[in-house]
Nanobody
Framework: QLQLVESGGGLVQPGGSLRLTCAGS????????IGWFRQAPGKEREEVSC????????NYADSVKGRFTIFRDNAKNTVYLQMNSLKPEDTAVYYC????????????????WGRGTLVNVSS
C-alpha cells in the first residue's frame, strides 16, 4: 500500500522552529517530485515548497523563502521541511504529496497525499 505519513507538527512560539518529516512506504520516493502544501482555516491549500527526485532542485513560495528549507534523504525514503523564524501566519495543516507523473516538478493535483500534520504558531 502506497502511503505518505507526516510528523513533526505542534505548537510553537513565534520565532521558533519545527522540522516536519514525510515518510514514504510502499514506493520509492526518489522517483518523484515531493511537495509540501499547507491549508490554513478558511483558506485555500497552497504549495509551500517542492523538491525534485534527486534533491538538487528546489523551489519555495515567496512567503517562506529564506525561512524554510526542503531536503530529502532518499536512503531513508524521507523528505523534510525545516521551518525557522515561524510566524503566526504559518499556522496551518501541512501535507506532503508525491507527483507520480514527474521527477522534476509539483502541481496542484499531486498523486499521493499524506493526512497532514498541524502546525500552530502562537504565543
Amino acid at each position: 500500500q502506497l502511503q505518505l505519513v507526516e510528523s513533526g507538527g505542534g505548537l510553537v512560539q513565534p520565532g521558533g522552529s519545527l522540522r516536519l518529516t514525510c515518510a514514504g512506504s510502499g514506493f520509492v520516493l526518489d522517483d518523484y517530485a515531493i511537495g509540501w502544501f499547507r491549508q490554513a482555516p478558511g483558506k485555500e491549500r497552497e504549495e509551500v515548497s517542492c523538491i525534485n527526485g534527486g534533491g538538487d532542485s528546489r523551489n519555495y513560495a515567496d512567503s517562506v523563502k529564506g525561512r524554510f528549507t526542503i531536503f530529502r534523504d532518499n536512503a531513508k525514503n524521507t523528505v523534510y521541511l525545516q521551518m525557522n523564524s515561524l510566524k503566526p501566519e504559518d499556522t496551518a495543516v501541512y501535507y506532503c504529496a508525491a507527483n507520480a507523473r514527474s521527477y522534476w516538478y509539483c502541481q496542484d493535483d499531486m498523486d499521493y497525499w499524506g493526512r497532514g500534520t498541524l502546525v500552530n504558531v502562537s504565543s
